[in-house]
């Protein structure tokens, strides 16, 4: 179990700050930083902190904060208080930016978690583009839905926009991957106008009921005149209860094809926890071994790669994933041991001693899946519609 060595021929970093994960947003708020102590648990009793490049994510300045987000907000963002002090409240401005609501709330040290957040996130991008590292890991970023002059669904700094702008300074073209469950909305639209970022989520689907609503099939980028974008964005709408078989094969498919057409020199994996079985937000019935498939797939690309966490609302199975993930970024996958070390800490958090419970370990009795495979195939079969579009 403990004989983890580098992987041959390339590098991997782990970005990762402790200070991020004491951030709270309230008692019964979903989004729990601790879920990255859990995980950094997991990596480090495992013995794979030895493979990697470790650092310390830096918290990053306001000018990198403003590379995507605008003055005002950021300068609001900022008078979230730093300890228990009171603060000027402007309503209409909390209005405006979607602060201070049960999604988004301003809690203590607002402003230092979300910029350790994109701090952790650009090291991996300029890690990416010195090439001194090969696959960047940034299980504390992720957080998709922020936009530049709103918060939106627990994010409030798009720490992957600010990363992909990074990389666009050294990468003509960026693949963007989105397994969270929910819509990659706040990425989407930060690119919706230059063909030099594709962008695919993978998301459950039902507008109205679910979060954010967009995301459908036919939304592939504004078709507007002259719109370079158009066309480079895929969206999979997905229904409750996805499987790990149906998942893997719908998202090598896509990803397979995508690559093809697209030729993307650097890749931007979001891999949001909240698809796997058992999540509190989630629908789907994704195991650990499904949603790390994906992270394998893009690996074997064997392009530059950044990877992102984002959701996650059952901290025990993103610990899971995320450090199942880690080991495949490391190339250890295989010498792992299922059960988890007995020094871990926190050990007895995860119920079941293994890495991989099954659905009945996870669920009881898994969730009805209403995804046919007729509409699945139709899905691919538009992905395809829309890429001969693309032309690099
Ligand atoms: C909570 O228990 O669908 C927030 C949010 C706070 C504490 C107590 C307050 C109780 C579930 C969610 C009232 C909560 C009402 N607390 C929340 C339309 C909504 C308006 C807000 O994984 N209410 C909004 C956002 C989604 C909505 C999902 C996913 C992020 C990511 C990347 C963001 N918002 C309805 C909900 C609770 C809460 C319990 C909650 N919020 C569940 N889904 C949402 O993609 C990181
Ligand atoms: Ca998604
Ligand atoms: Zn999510």
């Given at each position: 179990t403990y004989n983890i060595t580098r992987p041959k021929g390339y590098n991997v970093s782990f970005h990762t700050n402790p200070?991020?994960?004491?951030?709270?947003?309230?008692?019964?708020?979903?989004?729990?930083?601790w879920r990255l102590t859990l995980t950094k648990s997991l990596v480090t009793s495992y013995g794979m902190s030895f493979a990697m490049d470790n650092y310390v994510a830096r918290a990053a300045t306001y000018e990198e904060l403003n590379m995507f987000h605008s003055n005002d907000y950021l300068d609001y963002l900022g008078t979230?208080?730093?300890?228990?002090t009171p603060r000027d409240v402007d309503t209409d401005k909390e209005v405006k930016y979607n602060l201070g609501g049960s999604d988004c709330p301003l809690f203590y040290g607002l402003y230092d978690y979300c910029s350790m957040s994109a701090g952790g996130s650009l090291d991996a991008a300029r890690k990416i583009c010195a090439k001194q590292s090969d696959i960047a890991v940034s299980w504390g970023g992720g957080l998709h839905h922020a936009k530049r002059s709103e918060a939106s669904g627990f994010c409030y700094i798009n720490d992957i926009v600010l990363a992909i702008l990074q990389l666009l300074r050294c990468f003509p073209r960026v693949l963007y991957i989105d397994i969270d469950v929910h819509h990659g909305d706040g990425v989407e639209e930060a690119f919706f106008s230059t063909d030099r970022v594709m962008t695919v989520s993978f998301h459950k689907y039902q507008p109205e009921v679910f979060f954010p609503g967009t995301g459908g099939l036919e939304d592939n980028g504004p078709k507007s005149e002259h719109n370079p974008g158009a066309h480079h964005a895929i969206n999979v709408p997905l229904n409750d209860g996805i499987t790990d078989e149906q998942y893997e094969w719908l998202f090598q498919s896509i990803i397979g094809q995508v690559n093809e057409r697209f030729r993307p020199s650097a890749i931007a994996l979001q891999?949001?926890?909240?698809?796997?079985?058992?999540?509190?937000l989630g629908r789907f019935n994704l195991q650990v071994q499904g949603h790390a498939a994906c992270v394998n797939f893009c690996k074997k690309l064997g392009i530059p790669m950044i990877i992102f966490g984002g959701g996650g609302y059952t901290p025990r199975n993103v610990a899971r994933a995320w450090a199942f993930e880690t080991a495949i970024a490391i190339d250890c996958q295989d010498k792992i041991d299922p059960v988890i070390p007995m020094h871990t800490p926190w050990r007895d958090h995860f119920h079941h001693e293994t890495l991989f419970p099954t659905l009945e370990q996870i669920l009881g009795e898994p969730r009805a899946n209403k995804n046919t495979q007729k509409r699945l195939q139709d899905m691919v079969q538009h992905v395809t519609e829309q890429l001969r579009f693309v032309n690099f």
């Open positions: 200070e991020m994960e004491k951030h709270h947003f309230g008692q019964t708020h979903p989004m729990k930083p979230a208080p730093a300890e228990d891999c949001g926890a909240d698809s796997l079985a058992g999540d509190r």
